[in-house]
T-cell receptor, first 114, second 118 residues
Framework: AQSVTQLGSHVSVSEGALVLLRCNYSSSVPPYLFWYVQYPNQGLQLLLKYTTGATLVKGINGFEAEFKKSETSFHLTKPSAHMSDAAEYFCAVSYGGATNKLIFGTGTLLAVQP | DAGVTQSPTHLIKTRGQQVTLRCSPKSGHDTVSWYQQALGQGPQFIFQYYEEEERQRGNFPDRFSGHQFPNYSSELNVNALLLGDSALYLC?????????????????FGPGTRLTVL
């Protein structure tokens, strides 16, 4: 079955430090890949997506992610963490088709320490 | 341009009751998907509605049903509520299109309805 694995349910970084959130998918067919952010008591906001083309994609708020087919990974990075980045981050995949339903990972809660 | 809206924001029910959640899609969108997000989990796909019909369904029992209206808005109904149905219910809308160059139709999420079953 298709699945998404996010390593580390909790990640803590210092303000100004590198943020690295890991995501791997299990599929022989490369999916469309997404990162969403969820702030407390809110819905999901799309950070960035990979559908086709360049494998390094840039998103909002200084985040970027690189699709590596050989590693079936789509890790999210940000060079310098800001306090406002504290939130839960979800990696998701879709295989297009009629419904384009999203399959989500279990999420990574990012804490940013001053 | 209004985004995806959901109502109510919060809801408290007791076991065995029935609940209806509502969703209005983003302007111009014709497809609505529903997701359940239990505490500490990622969202799980419930089903999707297009042209007033259920197009695909996730691994949810028949207690979960839905409807889409001619104006593309949608309802999610849950019967015989269980404690385990407590969750954030997210609605996402998208536009079904046929394009060789953009086969993926991005979904836009609403703020969700927090359902608590006591």
């Amino acid at each position: 079955a298709q699945s998404v694995t996010q390593l580390g349910s909790h990640v803590s970084v210092s303000e100004g430090a590198l943020v690295l959130l890991r995501c791997n998918y299990s599929s022989s067919v490369p999916p469309y890949l997404f990162w969403y952010v969820q702030y407390p008591n809110q819905g999901l906001q799309l950070l960035l997506k990979y559908t086709t083309g360049a494998t390094l994609v840039k998103g909002i708020n200084g985040f970027e992610a690189e699709f590596k087919k050989s590693e079936t990974s789509f890790h999210l990075t940000k060079p310098s963490a800001h306090m406002s980045d504290a939130a839960e981050y979800f990696c998701a995949v879709s295989y297009g088709g009629a419904t384009n339903k999203l399959i989500f990972g279990t999420g990574t809660l990012l804490a940013v320490q001053p | 341009d209004a985004g995806v809206t959901q109502s109510p924001t919060h809801l408290i029910k007791t076991r065995g009751q029935q609940v209806t959640l509502r969703c209005s899609p983003k302007s111009g969108h014709d497809t609505v998907s529903w997701y359940q997000q239990a505490l500490g989990q990622g969202p799980q796909f419930i089903f999707q509605y297009y042209e007033e019909e259920e197009r695909q369904r996730g691994n949810f029992p028949d207690r979960f049903s839905g409807h889409q209206f001619p104006n593309y808005s949608s309802e999610l109904n849950v019967n015989a509520l269980l404690l385990g149905d407590s969750a954030l219910y997210l609605c996402a809308s998208s536009l079904v299109g046929c394009s060789l160059f953009n086969p993926y139709n991005e979904q836009f999420f609403g703020p969700g309805t927090r359902l608590t079953v006591l």
